[in-house]
């Protein structure tokens, strides 16, 4: 009699364990390697605010948030995600070469006159198959998260092209962006993003690429005497999620975490802007460094350098998806 109540008993707490277990809620762990104080790291935080501000999400979803590389950093955040150990990533676009050669047409140097130009062809249907293209590969695209585009920095004045040459750039581990410094040549060189700062400054690379914000944030400023304004290309995230994870959650807590995606994503494409001229102007009064913008004949004279990188990935992009591209440069 004793054992049968002894077993009755431990059944029952395992049945309450079980119950408590399953009102536990989903937990999104949201990592990201760049500062809380720029576009990407507010978005996560935005969205972080709303989802537990949701009454339609309360007690079923929590999210936390991983700002500057603190849970896993470049090298290692996508594969986290793949093996579940984080739920939530927004990588630079430049990260998914691996997954769909297509993605690639965000690298390419000066395919974008501005980030208007890159808001109509993102939300067009070419760029929405594009968040959908890795589904197989077990990645779900929930968004696109301008950072803004990327401006040159180093260790001299850099105006033309042939002021490059022999320089060590920092680059992401995007082939493009390799072949990028290769057309004016200039030696580019991987380095994960938390890395940077100290590469500069110890000379193991003498430049880098990057928006405002994040050169400000990761104050590149101090060790960088030279910047030049050349809105070469485009630094944009995407919020990923693993599809397996996205596809296992009820219906009615996906519709909602999307909606609330969505309004994040508004408010940060239209922040980002904003975050860089702050962050500029930051730089500007640090007087550390020198900004240098060009000129239209000077960009012309970089943009027609770069241009073969262009036709040396036209195969792999796809011509018809960067035709689409250039033409959202004209306002409709």
Known sequence: MLKLTKAVFCAAALSITSLAQAADPVVIKFAHVVAENTP??????????????DPKLKDKVKVEVYPNSSLFGDGKEMEALLLGDVQMLAPSLAKFEHYTKQIQIFDLPFLFNDLAAVDRFQQGPQGKALLTSMEDKGIHGLAYWHNGLKQLSANKKVILPKDARGLKFRVQASS??????????????????????QGLQTGTVNGTENTWSNYESQKVHEVQPFFTETNHGLIDYMVITNSKFWSGLPEDVRTELQKIMDQVTVEVNKQAEALNLAARQKIIDAKTSEIDSLTPEQREQWREAMRPVWEKFSNEIGADLIKAAEAANQAS
């Open 40 to 53: 990407k790291g507010q978005g996560a935080l935005m969205f972080q605010q709303l989802v537990a501000a």
């Open 176 to 197: 493009v962006l390799e072949e990028q410094f290769k057309a004016i040549r200039a030696n580019p060189r991987k380095m994960s993003f938390a890395e940077v700062y």
